[in-house]
């Protein structure tokens, strides 16, 4: 493994370090949670548009799919069937604000340990489901699978690897969200034609849950964890096995600053919403989730199969499709995760917002034209053409707003106010992602096809907001954001004194 004792960040401490293979296991373990998290999204949309599954639970939605003059973007309008994707992300929501306290608490392991046992009860419950309140009971407890595991990995991954590693193991969380997915997708694809197949999509999520809950009883709780609950010798032993030097005093000293520092802070919610100086990472971080659930991308994640069969294909068509899509999804994270620290984050995140706003006008273009209310959709290579659009759409997104949504939050702000900063951008990912899993398929029926102008016009403004209002974090200390980015921002200098 590489030898790192420099870092990389201009002007930060040297800490001795290796990377070595116990940190980079406890990363992947932990980035598994991202495969829980990426599982799910990947597995409802193919669900909700299996025949077996709409007649066990929905049998009026099978109906209206099925009869002929059905209005073409009504098809799949039923305030249940969305409930039954979106009822996580309400449980997700709570969970994470929980799971800030217990990670503080007691530990980033255990609450890793406790999103694995969540997220594996759920999936037997949802695996045996005989009525809706089961399946929906079922969800509830992968919300809060969710809720741990995505409150806690990423924060993990960064106390634990070495700075210098940091962003490329902070995006491997994305990376398997988008393995998730795309298993996920080929799993339904599988399952599609067989009976009861929806049980054995939704059960598979068990097999997640199985891999972090055995893989966390081999990842070492964080030092920063362990010093902030007093444990210091424990800290210090941990600090040495997991950088491979026998020189950690100096690693070992900030992290006992910096903790000393924050439990000064005893309320840091409040101190996140009293203390000015956080308003600028407050605002950034939270409206990066923001805009990153309304580039639209669930509508792709959660609803593709249904919109290929929208558009007039047949079942198993618009699950290839989906294969498809989240097969591109997933190379193209890679992309960013060799990127990310070379040419900056607002580099990407400006490229994959004109991306997407250049594909969502113009499938919203070929959908005016060609889908009408009534009657197959006009044109044979048009949803060849909307999947090739799709894709390239998905590549921006995995590139840019995907992983970055993620990473910026999780280094803009400081270590006091850093765990519930980090709850807000994922409270914010969960309450966009209800919305979209909630009323997309309403707001297909009403606004048909201009839905995707009001995304292509949402992805404009995103644009813009990075432009004007977010600094360029690349290669700046966590500790040092303050100083040198925030403290001489044009637009956020005025929220700290002199
Ligand atoms: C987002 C998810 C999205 C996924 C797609 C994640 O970063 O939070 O909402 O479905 O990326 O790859």
């Given at each position: 493994?590489?030898?790192?004792?420099?870092?990389?960040?201009?002007?930060?401490?040297?800490?001795?370090?290796?990377?070595?293979?116990q940190?980079?296991?406890?990363?992947?373990?932990?980035?598994?949670?991202?495969?829980?998290?990426?599982?799910?999204?990947?597995?409802?949309?193919?669900?909700?548009?299996?025949?077996?599954?709409?007649?066990?639970?929905?049998?009026?939605?099978?109906?209206?799919?099925?009869?002929?003059?059905?209005?073409?973007?009504?098809?799949?309008?039923?305030?249940?069937?969305?409930?039954?994707?979106?009822?996580?992300?309400?449980?997700?929501?709570?969970?994470?604000?929980?799971?800030?306290?217990?990670?503080?608490?007691?530990?980033?392991?255990?609450?890793?340990?406790?999103?694995?046992?969540?997220?594996?009860?759920g999936?037997i419950?949802?695996?045996?489901?005989?009525?809706?309140?089961?399946?929906?009971?079922?969800?509830?407890?992968?919300?809060?699978?969710?809720?741990?595991?995505?409150?806690?990995?990423?924060?993990?991954?960064?106390?634990?690897?070495?700075a210098?590693?940091?962003?490329?193991?902070?995006?491997?969380?994305?990376?398997?969200?988008?393995?998730?997915?795309?298993?996920?997708?080929?799993?339904?694809?599988?399952?599609?034609?067989?009976?009861?197949?929806?049980?054995?999509?939704?059960?598979?999520?068990?097999?997640?849950?199985l891999?972090?809950?055995?893989?966390?009883?081999?990842?070492?709780?964080?030092?920063?964890?362990?010093?902030?609950?007093?444990?210091?010798?424990?800290?210090?032993?941990?600090?040495?096995?997991?950088?491979?030097?026998?020189?950690?005093?100096?690693?070992?000293?900030?992290?006992?600053?910096?903790?000393?520092?924050a439990?000064?802070?005893?309320?840091?919610?409040?101190?996140?919403?009293?203390?000015?100086?956080?308003?600028?990472?407050?605002?950034?971080?939270?409206?990066?989730?923001?805009?990153q659930?309304?580039?639209?991308?669930?509508?792709?994640?959660?609803?593709?199969?249904?919109?290929?069969?929208?558009?007039?294909?047949?079942?198993?068509?618009?699950?290839?499709?989906?294969?498809?899509?989240?097969?591109?999804?997933?190379?193209?994270?890679i992309?960013?995760?060799?990127?990310?620290?070379?040419?900056?984050?607002?580099?990407?995140?400006?490229?994959?917002?004109?991306?997407?706003?250049?594909?969502?006008?113009?499938?919203?273009?070929?959908?005016?034209?060609?889908?009408?209310?009534?009657?197959?959709?006009?044109?044979?290579?048009?949803?060849?053409?909307?999947?090739?659009?799709?894709?390239?759409?998905?590549?921006?997104?995995?590139?840019?707003?995907?992983?970055?949504?993620?990473?910026?939050?999780?280094?803009?702000?400081?270590?006091?106010?850093?765990?519930?900063?980090?709850?807000?951008?994922?409270?914010?990912?969960?309450?966009?992602?209800?919305?979209?899993?909630?009323?997309?398929?309403?707001?297909?029926?009403?606004?048909?096809?201009?839905?995707?102008?009001?995304f292509?016009?949402?992805?404009?403004?995103?644009?813009?907001?990075?432009v004007?209002?977010?600094?360029?974090?690349?290669?700046?200390?966590?500790?040092?954001?303050?100083?040198?980015?925030?403290?001489?921002?044009?637009?956020?200098?005025?929220?700290?004194?002199?």
């Open positions: 493994m590489a030898v790192g004792s420099m870092n990389v960040e201009e002007g930060t401490k040297a800490f001795p370090a290796k990377l070595t293979f940190v980079f296991l406890c990363c992947v373990i932990a980035a598994v949670g991202g495969l829980m998290f990426g599982y799910d999204i990947g597995i409802s949309g193919g669900v909700t548009s299996m025949d077996t599954f709409l007649l066990d639970f929905f049998p009026h939605v099978y109906e209206k799919k099925h009869r002929v003059h059905e209005n073409n973007y009504c098809k799949f309008d039923d305030q249940l069937l969305q409930l039954f994707t979106s009822s996580l992300y309400l449980a997700g929501i709570f969970a994470s604000f929980i799971a800030s306290y217990v990670s503080r608490a007691f530990g980033r392991k255990p609450t890793i340990i406790s999103a694995s046992i969540f997220f594996l009860v999936a419950l949802n695996l045996s489901a005989q009525n809706l309140g089961m399946l929906i009971g079922g969800r509830i407890l992968l919300g809060f699978g969710i809720g741990f595991g995505n409150q806690t990995v990423p924060l993990f991954i960064s106390e634990i690897a070495p210098r590693y940091r962003g490329g193991l902070n995006v491997m969380f994305q990376f398997l969200i988008t393995i998730g997915i795309l298993a996920a997708s080929y799993v339904n694809y599988l399952t599609s034609t067989l009976k009861n197949g929806w049980r054995y999509s939704l059960g598979g999520a068990a097999v997640p849950a891999i972090l809950l055995i893989g966390s009883f081999f990842i070492h709780e964080t030092p920063a964890s362990l010093i902030e609950r007093g444990k210091d010798e424990k800290g210090k032993q941990i600090l040495r096995k997991i950088r491979g030097v026998e020189d950690i005093e100096l690693e070992f000293n900030e992290i006992k600053h910096a903790t000393e520092v439990t000064k802070v005893k309320s840091p919610f409040k101190e996140l919403f009293t203390n000015r100086e956080n308003r600028p990472p407050l605002v950034c971080g939270t409206l990066l989730q923001f805009f659930q309304f580039t639209g991308i669930n509508v792709v994640m959660f609803y593709a199969p249904v919109l290929f069969q929208t558009m007039g294909s047949g079942n198993n068509a618009s699950l290839i499709s989906t294969v498809v899509t989240n097969g591109v999804n997933a190379i193209a994270t992309f960013s995760l060799l990127m990310v620290d070379l040419a900056g984050r607002k580099c990407l995140l400006v490229e994959g917002a004109i991306q997407m706003t250049a594909t969502q006008m113009t499938i919203g273009g070929i959908l005016l034209a060609h889908l009408k209310l009534v009657g197959p959709i006009t044109g044979h290579a048009v949803p060849l053409i909307v999947l090739v659009l799709i894709c390239v759409y998905v590549s921006g997104f995995a590139w840019s707003w995907g992983p970055l949504g993620w990473l910026v939050p999780s280094e803009i702000y400081p270590l006091e106010v850093r765990n519930a900063g980090y709850f807000c951008a994922v409270a914010m990912n969960m309450v966009c992602t209800f919305i979209i899993g909630q009323f997309f398929l309403s707001a297909l029926c009403r606004f048909r096809s201009y839905l995707f102008f009001f292509g016009v949402m992805n404009i403004v995103m644009g813009l907001f990075v004007f209002f977010l600094p360029e974090t690349k290669g700046v200390p966590v500790e040092e954001m303050a100083e040198k980015r925030w403290k001489t921002h044009s637009r956020w200098k005025k929220y700290f004194k002199d």
